[in-house]
């Protein structure tokens, strides 16, 4: 594709200082992120922690809490992709997201 069917915006190179600081959206977006994604690594640490502490630092406990995880994503994978396609992506992060606050609360 020839540089004048991308327009002037795909030659001006944008920095992401440069979007954090000058666009609202991506920056509330990525302030979003980043705290999911530290919450995330927390639940990680003190999860593999804790199968750790309680089972005698059995890798196999251990092993059987990754296999666990990946195989979620394995299995839900197909299902989300046509949900995702069908349903209102907005309405099914905010029914996830309640999902996981009730699961998280009752722990």
């Known amino acids: 594709m020839d540089q004048e069917c991308l327009g002037e915006a795909a030659q001006t190179p944008v920095s992401y200082v440069s ?5 609202r959206s ?9 705290v999911s994604m530290a919450g995330d690594w927390f639940r990680i640490i003190a999860l593999y922690h804790l ?8 890798g196999l406990a251990l092993g059987g809490i990754l296999i666990a995880q990946s195989l979620s994503m394995f299995v839900l994978s197909p299902v989300a992709g046509v949900l995702a396609d069908r349903l209102s992506r907005k309405a099914i992060m905010i029914r996830t997201d309640l999902i996981r606050a009730a699961l998280t609360v009752g722990f």
Do not use: K, M
């Open 51 to 58: 199968v750790l502490e309680l089972t005698g630092a059995s």
């Open 19 to 23: 979007l954090l600081r000058h666009n």
């Open 26 to 34: 991506f920056r509330r977006l990525w302030c979003g992120l980043v």
